[in-house]
């Protein structure tokens, strides 16, 4: 894992193509802002692992409709 240190108002680029910019410092959290291709998803982590649990279960679900067909 790369880390880096940024302050308020700097950036850092990802790809040519993916900004993060530190929006504001309050505590002992940081807001982000991410300018990034229509095409790239952009989740916080704990959304990601909610949508490819639910893409799991779906995926099983199918499977197993199938092998009862």
Do not use: C, F
């Not at 240190?5 to 504001?24: G, P």
């Not at 692992?49 to 099983?60: F, L, V, W, Y």
């Amino acid at each position: 894992m790369l880390v880096l240190s940024r302050k308020k108002n700097e950036s850092i680029v990802i790809n040519d193509s993916i900004t993060l910019v530190v929006v504001e410092i309050r505590g002992d959290k940081v807001r982000l802002g991410i300018d990034a291709p229509k095409d790239v998803s952009v989740h916080r982590k704990e959304i990601y692992d909610a949508i490819k649990k639910s893409q799991r279960a779906d995926s099983e679900a199918r499977r197993s409709e199938a092998v009862l067909s």
